[in-house]
């Protein structure tokens, strides 16, 4: 099983690509799709969704887990997110790949046992789940990394009581 996640953002998405593994989970590719304000919004969604739909063909991606937009208090910045995540979901939807969404305390919850754990928690569970060297530097990558170790462990608990 092979989960492509995703921080969904204008400016900054993160992504992730872990497999499941006998013995916990791989990290294959992670990184950042930044695209420049100075861009028209069309080119800057292309640019998210090529390189989405690249990530799902190389590393032939079972499943995608986004991480679900809550409302935040600037509106336009919600507004830009919820753009990208409709060319992300887009993205999954022609690629005929299966869609799950976590709302960020789910994702929290999952990982540290505490749903409103902060960053730094966050960034040293993703780093131990994945045994890295270091935490990711930066927030978008290792939210993206989260969701989708919160996919595949919920995906674990679904198939062990038979769901």
Known sequence: ??????????????????????????????????????????????????????????????EMACEKLFFEKNVKTGIAVAQARGVILLCAALSEIPVFEYPPS???????????????????????LLNLKSAPKVDDEADAMGVAICHLQSRRIMQCSGT
Do not use: H
Not at 13 to 36: D, H, P, Q
Not at 110 to 122: F, P, R, V
């Open 106 to 128: 789910t994702v929290k919850l999952a990982l540290t046992g505490y749903g409103a754990a902060d960053k730094q928690q966050m960034q040293k569970m993703v780093r131990l």
């Open 1 to 62: 099983m092979t989960v492509l996640g995703i921080d969904p953002g204008l400016a900054i998405t993160g992504y992730a690509v872990i497999e499941e593994a006998s013995n916990g989970f791989l990290l294959r590719e992670s990184g950042l799709i930044r695209t420049k304000s100075t861009q028209e919004l069309p080119a800057r969604l292309r640019e998210i969704f090529l390189k989405l739909t690249d990530l799902g063909k190389t590393f032939g991606v079972s």
